[in-house]
């Protein structure tokens, strides 16, 4: 143990282990490594019991309190595995909850009691126009009532992000995973209600800004509602057909990653609770509204459609995809992203050099790809970046292959 305080997550199964890791570690690090926590990824069940399997792992989450791993940490910070840290902006989420209170989000007044109870009117009218299964809450009560529960509150944990204290809550949780069941689907929310339920009635909640679990699908449904379907290329974002727009797919997937990335800049933790794979629409790179604009987030979507492109070894269309997301970027002067993309191209053209050494044609691209890797090397010793060192390995290794050993 390094810290006293740690965060804590579940990916329980390959695809959300895989998923958080592909897209949430690093990220959650990085806030770690800022704020002084150790960070804590569970990836077996905490219990294994037929019980327990049959209902959502997302239960689990009220175990933690109660491995032994955590009575090491005077505050545990839990945080679903389908959440993004804006970590240029985001404080120690501890950092005013005392030790003997929760720290939660109060679901129904996300961003005010206002506008959520108009997300709601959205977000059922939209559901029941596509046949989705829902439960009707209107009010903060009927949330409770409608789950079986007295409705003694008006607000509600959201139970995403969390800051608990094994010594003050772990009896708490381990009433609301042994003394509730679960009730049907995921339009239940799992163990948020009852755990919502026990924790108010423990009048041990303290109330922190909404930033720190901000949900894009009720983001989206508020702000974005052309993004809640996956929309046919000629889509208008206007709604007179008489003005029609043709995007294209390009531009449809460029405007998801700028909705995406500013709802990103507007939280401390955006929570894609739901819809884990919009979670690769967000820049993480963008630190403020100014990076928003549409330029850098073409290049983002130029360098993720290279990387695809190279994937599949379809290395002309990768290459010319990098070098339009190079050319953006040095137009908006992103010197980070841009030593990230001449390090990809590097890579690629080292890639193809090795595959014509082994043909036994001209050599020429090993000498393109270590004028690209030392040009990414360059700037990043400038930027003191601890990444200068891995592409000093890569170069390292491009030049023996180049000299055939």
């Known amino acids: 143990m390094k810290q006293s305080k740690a965060i804590v997550t579940l990916a329980i199964g390959e695809k959300y282990l895989h998923h958080w890791k592909t897209f949430a570690e690093n990220n959650w690090q990085k806030y770690a490594d800022k704020h002084g926590y150790d960070l804590i990824c569970i990836d077996t069940p905490l219990d294994s019991s037929e019980r327990a399997q049959a209902r959502s792992a997302s239960w689990q989450k009220c175990l933690i309190l109660s491995q032994e791993f955590s009575q090491h940490y005077e505050q545990i910070v839990w945080i679903d595995s389908d959440i993004l840290i804006n970590t240029s902006i985001a404080p120690c989420i501890v950092e005013g909850v005392p030790i003997e209170k929760v720290g939660a989000v109060d679901y129904w007044s996300s961003p005010t009691a206002e506008l959520f109870s108009q997300t709601l009117e959205r977000e059922y009218d939209y559901w029941e126009s596509l046949g989705i299964p829902f439960t009707k809450d209107c009010t903060a009560k009927d949330y409770y009532t409608n789950y079986g529960l007295p409705s ?33 689907g995921s339009e239940w929310h799992y163990e948020m209600r009852p755990l919502s339920y026990e924790l108010l009635k423990a009048d041990c909640v303290h109330w922190i800004d909404h930033r720190f679990n901000l949900c894009f699908y009720p983001y989206v449904i508020l702000y974005y509602p052309f993004l809640l379907d996956d929309l046919p290329a000629d889509y208008s974002l206007l709604a007179d057909p008489k003005i029609p727009i043709d995007l294209g797919w390009l531009s449809i997937h460029i405007q998801k990653k700028i909705c995406a990335t500013t709802a990103f800049i507007n939280s401390f933790f955006l929570h894609f609770a739901g819809c884990a794979r919009k979670m690769e629409l967000v820049e993480l790179s963008a630190t403020s509204w100014r990076d928003c604009r549409d330029a850098k987030i073409r290049a983002s979507v130029f360098h993720d459609m290279a990387c695809t492109y190279a994937e599949q070894g379809q290395m002309e269309q990768a290459i010319a995809f990098f070098e339009k997301s190079l050319e953006l970027k040095e137009r908006i002067s992103d010197v980070l992203g841009k030593a990230t993309t001449l390090a990809m191209l590097g890579q690629l053209f080292a890639s193809e050099a090795m595959l014509g050494q082994m043909l036994g044609d001209d050599q020429g691209e090993f000498a393109t790809a270590l004028d690209y890797l030392q040009q990414s090397l360059e700037i990043l010793q400038q930027l003191k970046s601890p990444d200068a060192e891995r592409i000093r390995d890569i170069i390292t290794n491009v030049e023996q292959m180049a000299a055939g050993k």
């Open 152 to 184: 003694h509150f008006d607000k509600i944990v959201q139970a995403g992000v969390m800051v608990l204290s094994p010594h003050y809550h772990r009896e708490i949780l381990e009433k609301a995973y042994f003394g509730y069941e679960e009730k049907g």
